[in-house]
């Protein structure tokens, strides 16, 4: 059955006939899945796949709930719950009675436990009460959340207070350093930053910070900018980054977006060449509008692993795995499209219509579609294509559900 929320167990593993084994079973047995029966409970010895510590860092990621046991403060349990604290999401403590706890976390609620039947009773009451009002609580307060709070509100203060005078609206009359000058070119009101004018390399290495200087910023407008530089927001901690807009751009550098995890709009609508990995592992892209794209570089869309639909009304040819790593893709039109490399689509994928508008032949490589499942997949061509479809639905070298007339996503 699935319950839809998880919950991951920190702890100490063992080996299969250890007491530390025999403990951590008990523990999700007879208390974890009986104080949360709505949660799939999961810990590191019950994932399967051979990538288990990605697993378990996924686990400890996204999960709703993590409780960690800080018996033996065993150093995998403490490097796992500094990952949980980083990410600012609920967890509970506990450990056996008598466990002295590290200075660094000394100030956390910890519930302690005995191991005995009337232990394991009031163990459940205490977890029960502590992830309640944690799952409810606006914010997470841990030792990394505080800095990162006095840091950002130390921030604000200093920028008000250095380069902004409120009553003429001017900067100190000296030389500026690069944090300065790149705070001149910038206008910042409620959630969003402005940015008038070009960047130099400089103002780019800033912009990457501009978060820790302006801590309320979630969304980027380039006022006038022609080009997105490589590599521009490209960072696996931005999680701050939640919209893009560039109406002027007109190039997008490589990997200038990859891993902004948190970006679910990109306001696009002039962009004309995508570069490498451009958007790759941008999680929360679903279905981005890029009407005037004629070029995309290899692997643009890497890992959006939330992109369902895509429409490209212009592009020419569709390169080397455009879409690695898209497990929802849905659909996709391609209405130009004239050419199609290797490996274009993913390897799974929920994928069920692919569109080629093109009259003319379209140049497909031999590994084009190399993925299973082509027989769950409608495609629509026209023309050429159309015709040159082979009996029992066969073209580009695979066999699909069925074939039908052209006609836009």
Not at 357 to 376: N, Q, R, S, V, Y
């Given at each position: 059955?699935?319950?839809?929320?998880?919950?991951?167990?920190?702890?100490?593993?063992?080996?299969?006939?250890?007491?530390?084994?025999?403990?951590?079973?008990?523990?999700?047995?007879?208390?974890?899945?009986?104080?949360?029966?709505?949660?799939?409970?999961?810990?590191?010895?019950?994932?399967?796949?051979?990538?288990?510590?990605?697993?378990?860092?996924?686990?400890?990621?996204?999960?709703?709930?993590?409780?960690?046991?800080?018996?033996?403060?065993?150093?995998?349990?403490?490097?796992?719950?500094?990952?949980?604290?980083?990410?600012?999401?609920?967890?509970?403590?506990?450990?056996?009675?008598?466990?002295?706890?590290?200075?660094?976390?000394?100030?956390?609620?910890?519930?302690?436990?005995?191991?005995?039947?009337?232990?394991?009773?009031?163990?459940?009451?205490?977890?029960?009460?502590?992830?309640?009002?944690?799952?409810?609580?606006?914010?997470?307060?841990?030792?990394?959340?505080?800095?990162?709070?006095?840091?950002?509100?130390?921030?604000?203060?200093?920028?008000?207070?250095?380069?902004?005078?409120?009553?003429?609206?001017?900067?100190?009359?000296?030389?500026?350093?690069?944090?300065?000058?790149?705070?001149?070119?910038?206008?910042?009101?409620?959630?969003?930053?402005?940015?008038?004018?070009?960047?130099?390399?400089?103002?780019?290495?800033?912009?990457?910070?501009?978060?820790?200087?302006?801590?309320?910023?979630?969304?980027?407008?380039?006022?006038?900018?022609?080009?997105?530089?490589?590599?521009?927001?490209?960072?696996?901690?931005?999680?701050?980054?939640?919209?893009?807009?560039?109406?002027?751009?007109?190039?997008?550098?490589?990997?200038?977006?990859?891993?902004?995890?948190?970006?679910?709009?990109?306001?696009?609508?002039?962009?004309?060449?995508?570069?490498?990995?451009?958007?790759?592992?941008?999680e929360s892209m679903e279905s981005p509008s890029l009407?005037?794209?004629?070029?995309?570089?290899?692997?643009?869309?890497?890992?959006?692993?939330?992109?369902?639909?895509?429409?490209?009304?212009?592009?020419?040819?569709?390169?080397?795995?455009?879409?690695?790593?898209?497990?929802?893709?849905?659909?996709?039109?391609?209405?130009?499209?004239?050419?199609?490399?290797?490996?274009?689509?993913?390897?799974?994928?929920?994928?069920?219509?692919?569109?080629?508008?093109?009259?003319?032949?379209?140049?497909?490589?031999?590994?084009?579609?190399?993925?299973?499942?082509?027989?769950?997949?409608?495609?629509?061509?026209?023309?050429?294509?159309?015709?040159?479809?082979?009996?029992?639905?066969?073209?580009?070298?695979?066999?699909?559900?069925?074939?039908?007339?052209?006609?836009?996503?």
């Open positions: 059955m699935d319950k839809g929320k998880r919950l991951f167990f920190i702890t100490p593993i063992g080996n299969n006939e250890s007491e530390i084994r025999k403990r951590t079973d008990g523990i999700i047995e007879n208390i974890l899945k009986i104080a949360f029966p709505d949660f799939d409970v999961k810990c590191s010895h019950m994932l399967p796949g051979s990538m288990i510590n990605n697993e378990i860092l996924e686990h400890i990621d996204e999960d709703e709930l993590v409780v960690a046991d800080l018996t033996g403060l065993n150093p995998n349990v403490m490097y796992e719950l500094a990952f949980r604290h980083s990410v600012e999401k609920p967890v509970v403590l506990i450990a056996l009675r008598d466990t002295k706890i590290p200075f660094d976390i000394s100030h956390d609620r910890v519930i302690f436990y005995e191991d005995s039947f009337s232990g394991a009773s009031n163990l459940i009451d205490g977890i029960k009460g502590t992830a309640k009002a944690a799952l409810e609580a606006k914010t997470i307060e841990n030792p990394i959340s505080i800095y990162r709070s006095v840091r950002k509100k130390n921030a604000r203060k200093n920028f008000e207070k250095i380069f902004v005078d409120k009553k003429s609206q001017t900067l100190p009359k000296r030389k500026l350093s690069k944090k300065e000058a790149f705070l001149a070119k910038v206008s910042v009101e409620g959630n969003e930053a402005a940015i008038k004018g070009e960047l130099d390399d400089d103002d780019w290495a800033e912009l990457k910070k501009i978060n820790t200087y302006c801590p309320d910023v979630e969304n980027i407008h380039f006022c006038n900018v022609a080009r997105i530089k490589n590599g521009a927001f490209s960072d696996p901690e931005n999680r701050w980054l939640k919209k893009i807009s560039a109406p002027k751009a007109l190039r997008i550098g490589e990997l200038a977006f990859c891993f902004c995890s948190e970006v679910g709009h990109f306001d696009l609508q002039n962009v004309e060449s995508v570069g490498y990995c451009a958007f790759g592992y941008c009407p005037n794209v004629t070029h995309i570089d290899k692997e643009a869309f890497s890992g959006c692993k939330k992109l369902e639909n895509i429409s490209l009304p212009v592009l020419g040819n569709i390169p080397d795995e455009l879409f690695d790593g898209c497990w929802s893709l849905r659909k996709v039109d391609f209405p130009k499209v004239k050419s199609i490399d290797m490996h274009s689509f993913p390897s799974q994928s929920l994928l069920e219509e692919l569109r080629f508008g093109c009259e003319e032949h379209i140049d497909t490589h031999p590994l084009a579609f190399e993925f299973a499942g082509t027989k769950k997949i409608t495609l629509y061509l026209r023309g050429a294509n159309l015709e040159s479809v082979e009996n029992g639905n066969k073209w580009g070298g695979c066999i699909w559900k069925s074939i039908q007339e052209y006609k836009p996503l």
